[in-house]
């Protein structure tokens, strides 16, 4: 099984980046933050725990994550792998993944880095508020989110780099481009 995980700070690209990288190897697209959100529209239990962190811009818990993440696992063991669009997000995330991925006989193969500066994150989480009206990208909450991602999850680089799985891409230039970047290092 060929698992991926695809991280970088918000607005860096993820997601248009793992719906890619899923069609072309075939992979399970989980991204927390879309099963997260359609919680909240959907105001289910979960979502309205969810929503009130997640507009402060502060993680949802993990074991919340965990159980979703699990879940979504095991209704889908025919698939030929997954790519992790969001998480883990901090070392005891990637920790609990470990886990759960030992658990059910599979592991990590490869986790990418999409590099890119504050300012360019910045102008395209504000120009996503304007198209799609989301509350959790105005300049206080990028700001906050970003601070989030520099404490919490950048520490994820040294944990995949002793690993040996880390690839770091730049995330910069157009979409086609950082993909076919990402591809050629995932084809080797």
């Known amino acids: ?3 991926l995980i695809l991280f970088g700070p918000p607005g860096s690209g993820k997601g248009t980046q793992s719906v890619k990288i899923a069609e072309k190897y075939q992979l399970k697209h989980v991204s927390t933050g879309d099963i997260l959100r359609a919680e909240v529209k ?8 969810a929503r009130d962190i997640m507009e402060r811009g502060e993680l949802v818990p993990d074991e919340l994550l965990i ?4 879940s979504v ?3 889908n063991k ?3 792998g997954f790519i992790f669009d969001g998480f883990p997000r901090t070392i005891v995330q990637a920790g609990a993944l470990d886990k759960l991925m030992t658990k059910l006989n599979v592991g990590i193969s490869n986790v990418i ?5 504050d300012e360019e994150v910045i102008a395209r989480l504000l120009k996503r508020a304007e198209i799609e009206s989301r509350k959790d990208d105005n300049k206080e909450t990028i700001n906050n989110r970003l601070s989030v991602y ?3 999850t950048s520490p994820l680089l040294d944990y995949y780099t002793k690993q040996d799985k880390l690839i770091k891409i730049v995330g910069v230039g157009s979409i086609d ?3 076919n970047s990402i591809c050629e290092k995932l084809d080797k």
């Open 177 to 179: 481009d950082i993909f």
């Open 78 to 80: 025919d698939v030929k």
């Open 73 to 75: 696992m095991e209704n």
């Open 1 to 3: 099984m060929f698992n």
């Open 42 to 49: 959907n105001e289910t239990e979960l979502g309205i725990k």
């Open 113 to 117: 880095s999409l590099d890119v500066a």
């Open 150 to 152: 520099k404490n919490q």
């Open 67 to 70: 159980q979703i993440l699990h």
